[in-house]
């Protein structure tokens, strides 16, 4: 599985992957999943907001056991992030079935759309859309750097834009959700264990920072004479560097647009998206008022006019605790490991476990990366820990759906 799917989406240049949502690669990946479904006689189903099932008993019955993540990637991202979720949950499946476990709930694999946000800068849109999270109306407003909104794309894809939407009923029967994901840090490492289980995720949101200058010459006007937006955006993302670490948060400047975008040309307008998390909320607050304090008073000392405007914001998620305890009690059980406390820790990073924590319960489990890179070409994870991983999530999967 992990071979057919490596070479999906990747860019002969950087290595990295490019598998937004919408495109030929996220076709790609999607033929892929229908594949692994339907040669394991699971049956296949894509939901009003392009997600993915792969199911094994009556969907209807209610009270199900689902496991999955995402294919979708960010812009030249790494190989495990979201894909070893699915392939693990399919390889799971693969290990009950050779333990001869039996199914006594509804089972489901899972492919969630749109989980990075790479294309349309929302992320989870997928399970944003399924928890009512995101509206039908906001949805159909995202648009991409080309100016192609999220309608245009899914029509274009093939798929019914009109139908996207929240969908209580299937989110009612469900009875868990188990999402494994490679670990993006390096609590695990530090710590020797190959698998971890998450407690909650931090608060998280993004903002836009407009910072509108006057258009002029490079090359003829006076430094004195200039609205040069370029300064105060620069000064805005050093500040945030200073203002996370005096908060104990984190805070990026990873994206950035400027008009008109010539070399010799004086910007008109600097617009940068700030990415901010917090272990908590008040930390958060703290961190994103200083970066905004300290924006506007760069912009004023250059004459800059600067507008803030928050594009998301998810708070913080504590995974649904008797499960996360479930979870805890079965992995401590096997003959190998009488006792085996298995550490709990918490994430920086979003997920669409933590979007769906409000409707079902939810856990997850974390597969060791030695370096902590993520959200790269470098991110990795060691064979034997992935596969460590799958037995872990197999499991998981037996104690809570199997007989």
């Known amino acids: 599985m992990w071979r057919d799917l490596l070479p999906v989406g990747r860019d002969e240049d950087t290595r990295g992957y490019r598998r937004h949502a919408w495109t030929g690669a996220d076709a790609d990946c999607r033929a892929w999943f ?20 792969a199911w094994l008993g009556d969907p209807l019955a209610g009270d199900a056991v689902v496991t999955g993540s995402h294919l979708d990637s960010v812009p030249d991202g790494g190989a495990f992030d979201g894909p ?3 392939v693990s949950s399919f390889a799971a499946l693969d290990e009950l079935r050779h333990r001869g476990a039996e199914f006594a709930k509804p089972f489901a694999i899972t492919n969630f759309g749109d989980e990075e946000g790479a294309r349309f800068g929302l992320a989870c849109v997928g399970s944003r859309l399924t928890g009512g999270h995101l509206t039908r109306e906001a949805a159909h407003r995202l648009t991409d750097a080309d100016g192609v909104t999220l309608p245009q794309a899914m029509e274009r894809a093939g798929y019914d834009p009109g ?15 188990i999402e494994l994901h490679v670990e993006q840090g390096r609590a695990l490492d530090l710590s020797g ?26 090359g003829t006007t006076r430094l004195a004479d200039r609205r040069d937006p370029m300064l105060p955006y620069a000064e805005t993302v050093l500040a945030a560097r200073r203002e996370a670490r005096l908060a104990g948060a984190v805070a990026t400047f990873g994206k950035i647009s400027v008009e ?26 703290r961190t994103v008022t200083a970066i905004e304090r300290a924006a506007r008073e760069y912009a004023d000392a250059h004459g800059i006019d600067v507008t803030l405007t928050r594009e998301s914001f998810t708070p913080v998620v504590e995974f649904d605790h008797a499960l996360r305890d479930e979870l805890a009690r079965i992995l401590g059980l096997g003959a190998d490991r009488p006792g085996l406390a298995v550490p709990v820790l918490g994430t920086g990073a979003g997920h669409d476990a933590g979007i769906l924590a409000s409707a079902v319960p939810t856990a997850m489990l974390f597969v060791r990366n030695p370096t902590g890179v993520s959200h790269s070409p470098a991110e990795t994870a060691a064979e034997d820990d992935c596969l460590a991983g799958v037995r872990a999530l197999a499991d998981v999967l037996e104690g809570l759906a199997c007989k």
């Open 34 to 53: 229908r594949d692994q479904a339907e040669s394991r006689g699971l049956t296949y189903e894509l939901d009003r907001n392009g997600n993915q099932w």
């Open 163 to 177: 139908a996207i939407g929240p969908d209580p009923e299937r989110l009612a029967r469900i009875g868990a959700f």
């Open 193 to 218: 264990d190959a698998v971890g289980i998450a407690s909650s995720i931090w608060p998280h949101g993004r903002w836009r920072f407009d910072f509108a200058g006057e258009a002029n010459h490079a």
């Open 84 to 86: 070893l979720g699915v």
């Open 260 to 285: 008109p975008n010539g070399v010799n040309a004086i910007p008109s307008l600097v617009r940068g998206w700030l990415d901010s998390r917090a272990a908590g909320q008040d930390a958060l607050d």
